[in-house]
Protein backbone atom coordinates (compact mmCIF):
# COMPACT_ATOMS: atom_id res chain seq x y z
CA UNK A 1 0.00 0.00 0.00
CA UNK A 2 1.29 3.52 -0.97
CA UNK A 3 -0.70 5.68 1.37
CA UNK A 4 1.33 8.80 1.99
CA UNK A 5 -0.30 11.10 4.03
CA UNK A 6 -0.25 15.21 3.11
CA UNK A 7 0.60 16.85 6.26
CA UNK A 8 1.84 20.59 4.85
CA UNK A 9 -1.00 22.31 5.62
CA UNK A 10 -1.43 20.60 8.87
CA UNK A 11 -0.76 22.61 12.28
CA UNK A 12 0.27 20.89 15.81
CA UNK A 13 1.93 17.50 16.20
CA UNK A 14 3.07 15.47 13.51
CA UNK A 15 1.47 12.27 14.69
CA UNK A 16 -2.04 14.11 15.30
CA UNK A 17 -1.63 15.65 11.77
CA UNK A 18 -0.91 12.04 10.39
CA UNK A 19 -3.68 10.35 11.80
CA UNK A 20 -6.22 13.61 10.88
CA UNK A 21 -5.18 12.81 7.60
CA UNK A 22 -5.44 9.41 7.51
CA UNK A 23 -9.53 10.34 8.59
CA UNK A 24 -9.73 12.88 6.25
CA UNK A 25 -8.79 10.21 3.55
CA UNK A 26 -10.94 7.72 4.94
CA UNK A 27 -14.26 10.29 4.96
CA UNK A 28 -13.22 11.38 1.19
CA UNK A 29 -13.08 7.84 -0.37
CA UNK A 30 -9.44 7.95 -1.14
CA UNK A 31 -8.62 5.09 1.54
CA UNK A 32 -11.46 2.42 1.51
CA UNK A 33 -12.64 0.38 4.52
CA UNK A 34 -10.54 -2.74 5.08
CA UNK A 35 -7.18 -1.45 3.00
CA UNK A 36 -4.23 -2.50 4.46
CA UNK A 37 -1.75 0.72 5.17
CA UNK A 38 2.18 1.43 4.81
CA UNK A 39 4.20 -0.32 7.37
CA UNK A 40 5.20 2.01 10.26
CA UNK A 41 9.05 1.99 9.11
CA UNK A 42 7.56 2.30 5.48
CA UNK A 43 5.99 5.41 6.30
CA UNK A 44 8.30 6.67 8.29
CA UNK A 45 10.83 6.22 5.46
CA UNK A 46 8.65 7.66 3.29
CA UNK A 47 7.64 11.06 5.19
CA UNK A 48 11.31 10.84 6.37
CA UNK A 49 10.46 11.50 10.07
CA UNK A 50 10.94 8.78 13.31
CA UNK A 51 9.54 5.16 13.47
CA UNK A 52 7.93 6.20 16.96
CA UNK A 53 6.13 9.00 15.48
CA UNK A 54 4.44 6.80 13.21
CA UNK A 55 3.99 4.38 15.62
CA UNK A 56 2.49 7.00 17.82
CA UNK A 57 0.06 8.26 14.91
CA UNK A 58 -1.34 4.66 14.47
CA UNK A 59 -2.22 4.35 17.93
CA UNK A 60 -3.92 7.36 17.94
CA UNK A 61 -5.74 6.33 15.01
CA UNK A 62 -7.19 2.73 16.43
CA UNK A 63 -8.01 5.00 19.82
CA UNK A 64 -10.42 6.99 17.55
CA UNK A 65 -11.74 3.39 15.75
CA UNK A 66 -9.72 4.63 12.43
CA UNK A 67 -7.84 1.27 11.96
CA UNK A 68 -7.55 -2.15 13.23
CA UNK A 69 -4.33 -4.40 13.85
CA UNK A 70 -3.84 -7.90 13.15
CA UNK A 71 -0.84 -9.53 14.37
CA UNK A 72 1.47 -10.72 11.57
CA UNK A 73 -0.27 -8.85 8.65
CA UNK A 74 -0.59 -5.03 8.86
CA UNK A 75 -2.50 -2.22 10.04
CA UNK A 76 -5.54 -2.14 8.34
CA UNK A 77 -8.38 1.20 7.73
CA UNK A 78 -11.51 -0.36 10.07
CA UNK A 79 -14.24 -2.29 8.50
CA UNK A 80 -16.61 0.11 10.51
CA UNK A 81 -15.74 3.17 12.58
CA UNK A 82 -16.24 2.27 16.42
Same mark, same amino acid.
Given at each position: MDWTPTLKDRAGPVYLAIADALDADIASGRLRRGQ &? +?? @??? *? +???? +???? +? @? @? !? $???? @? #? *?? #?????? *?? !?? &?? $?? !???SRA
Open positions: &Q +LP @THR *A +LAKA +LGID +L @T @T !V $TRAY @T #E *AR #ERGLTD *AR !VG &QG $TF !VAE
